[in-house]
């Protein structure tokens, strides 16, 4: 079984077929953890969703898109700011009825994810207080454990106790990188492909990294986020 990391798809349908048909991606096989954040951006969410729940090996994480996105489907509500952060292309993806299906995979998705001393979250956590007393709110939005590793780059010091932790949320073309980046034992997985960027999908055991096109490629009508 190969081991992979992919985050931050937000309906970028195409992109997710190429890093799957890139990495050599066995759906039977190997263990695919997602960070989150699948909706919001791109039109193509629900391919997107239908697509993962073949992996035979799925880990989801929760995302902060994902929670905007749960709320619409027990609501019906539709903030502001979530349909100006791509929330409208998610509507229109299900033509305004989310799929049941899908449902139940953000339903039951995890807040964090633990294997061989590596940590999995969508956002980060606060190193200060154990996993057990945050709050969802903190593992799909926080940024602080990025900005803490990136001002202690240089140091390589261990900041969470873990030997990687796999993060998404915060685009790597923040840093000024295409590719996904590393600060002390932080890796960033999101290299921006819901700002038009490459989506990029990881094999956590070698470290390789496998990238689509730019997405403002792919879909050239569209805007995404």
């Given at each position: 079984m190969a081991r992979f990391v992919i985050s931050d798809i937000h309906g970028a349908y195409k992109a997710l077929l190429q890093c799957f048909e890139r990495s050599g991606f066995d759906k039977n096989k190997d263990l695919l953890i997602c960070l989150g954040d699948v909706c919001d951006g791109y039109t193509q969410v629900k391919e997107c969703f239908d697509h993962l729940l073949t992996v035979k090996n799925l880990v989801y994480l929760l995302g902060n898109?994902?929670?905007?996105?749960?709320?619409w489907a027990k609501t019906g509500n539709t903030p502001?700011?979530?349909?100006?952060?791509?929330?409208?292309?998610?509507?229109n993806s299900y033509k305004g009825s989310f799929d049941a299906e899908h449902y139940k995979l953000l339903k039951n998705a995890k807040w964090y994810y633990l294997i061989d001393n590596m940590m999995f979250v969508h956002g980060g956590f606060d190193t200060g207080r154990t996993l057990e007393k945050q709050t969802i709110e903190t593992f799909a939005w926080d940024r602080s454990l990025v900005f803490e590793a990136y001002t202690k780059k240089t140091s390589k010091k261990i900041i969470t106790g873990f030997d990687k932790v796999f993060?998404?949320?915060?685009p790597t073309i923040n840093f000024n990188s295409q590719v996904p980046i590393r600060f002390c034992e932080v890796l960033l997985t999101d290299t921006g492909a819901g700002w038009g960027q490459k989506l990029s999908m990881i094999n956590i055991d070698t470290g390789k990294v496998?990238?689509?096109d730019p997405v403002f490629n792919l879909y050239p009508y569209e805007k995404g986020r």
């Open positions: 898109h994902d929670l905007w996105c749960l709320d502001d700011i979530w349909l100006s952060q791509g929330g409208s292309s998610t509507i993060v998404g949320h915060t496998f990238q689509s």
